[in-house]
């Protein structure tokens, strides 16, 4: 028998972890807030990661794959995968880049515009019913998550 089995876990250490945990209290509210938008975008047959995508891509030009993936935190498959609804939903196109040929560049397309158009205005009513619900100001709870994601640069890019 290992001396890894001998040793065990307390309940007063569950509780700790239950209490203290950043990851699961970040992993709760980010279900919560998400299963929020979702019914808030519903009526659009939108999702809180569809709108954040779309959303992602409304600026000039093109926009490089790898970009949006960094920008969201997505592995490249899983990018694909949510691109491909957007595309088949006439919101989105992708192309091959030029330059090289496994790069792929994407661009919102009009009807993909005019759907951010009616999405913006939900996600401004939702978000300010949430950031009034904070007990401190939603710009120190941004940082702090920013300061663990490393993204606070990405964020101003973007």
């Given amino acids: 028998m290992s001396s890894r089995s001998q040793k065990?876990?307390?309940?007063?250490?569950?509780i700790e972890v239950r209490d203290h945990c950043l990851?699961?209290?970040?992993?709760?509210?980010a279900r919560v807030l998400a299963r929020r938008f979702d019914e808030a975008f519903r009526p659009l047959h939108l999702t809180?990661?569809?709108?954040?995508l779309l959303m992602s891509l409304n600026r000039p030009g093109v926009v490089p794959m790898?970009?949006?993936a960094k920008l969201l935190a997505m592995d490249r498959t899983t990018l694909t995968a949510?691109?491909?609804l957007l595309q088949q939903r006439g919101l989105i196109t992708v192309t091959a880049?030029?330059?090289?040929?496994?790069a792929r560049l994407l661009t919102l397309t009009s009807?993909?515009?005019?759907l951010l158009q009616e999405a913006l205005p939900i996600w401004r009513s939702l978000h300010g019913e949430i950031e009034r619900t904070l007990p401190s100001e939603g710009d120190e709870l941004r940082a702090g998550l920013q300061a663990i994601t490393g993204s606070e640069s990405?964020?101003?890019e973007a």
């Fill in 97 to 102: 880049d030029a330059n090289d040929r496994r």
């Fill in 154 to 156: 990405l964020c101003k």
């Fill in 111 to 114: 009807e993909g515009m005019a």
């Fill in 66 to 68: 790898a970009a949006v």
């Fill in 82 to 84: 949510a691109l491909k």
């Fill in 8 to 14: 065990t876990v307390s309940y007063q250490d569950t």
């Fill in 23 to 29: 990851c699961l209290h970040v992993q709760r509210a």
């Fill in 48 to 52: 809180n990661g569809q709108f954040s």
